[in-house]
């Protein structure tokens, strides 16, 4: 047990490391490029299912809407009769 506690922290001090590695700025570049590039993906693909599903949401949404206006309009005219 005190072994492996001893080993841990000899592990965890060695693994300290003051000097903090920067990324080059040939790195930086390739790393905003990959970024970029994943980005318009991700935008392209987010664009098409917002689109494709917009179309079904909205035709349900107003077919709700309808049915609800159709009852209250129908109420509305028991009322006054």
């Given at each position: 047990?005190?072994?492996?506690l001893?080993?841990?922290?000899?592990?965890?001090?060695?693994?300290?490391?003051?000097?903090?590695?920067?990324?080059?700025?040939?790195?930086?570049?390739?790393?905003?490029?990959?970024?970029?590039?994943?980005?318009?993906?991700?935008?392209?693909?987010?664009?098409?299912?917002?689109?494709?599903?917009?179309?079904?949401?909205?035709?349900?949404?107003s077919?709700?809407?309808?049915?609800?206006?159709?009852?209250?309009?129908?109420?509305?005219?028991?009322?006054?009769?």
């Open positions: 047990m005190r072994c492996s001893v080993l841990i922290i000899l592990i965890g001090l060695y693994s300290c490391d003051d000097k903090s590695k920067q990324l080059t700025p040939e790195e930086r570049y390739t790393v905003d490029t990959l970024y970029q590039n994943d980005l318009v993906k991700q935008r392209t693909l987010i664009d098409t299912l917002c689109a494709t599903r917009r179309d079904s949401i909205f035709g349900s949404a077919d709700s809407l309808y049915k609800q206006n159709i009852s209250e309009i129908e109420e509305l005219f028991m009322i006054k009769k």
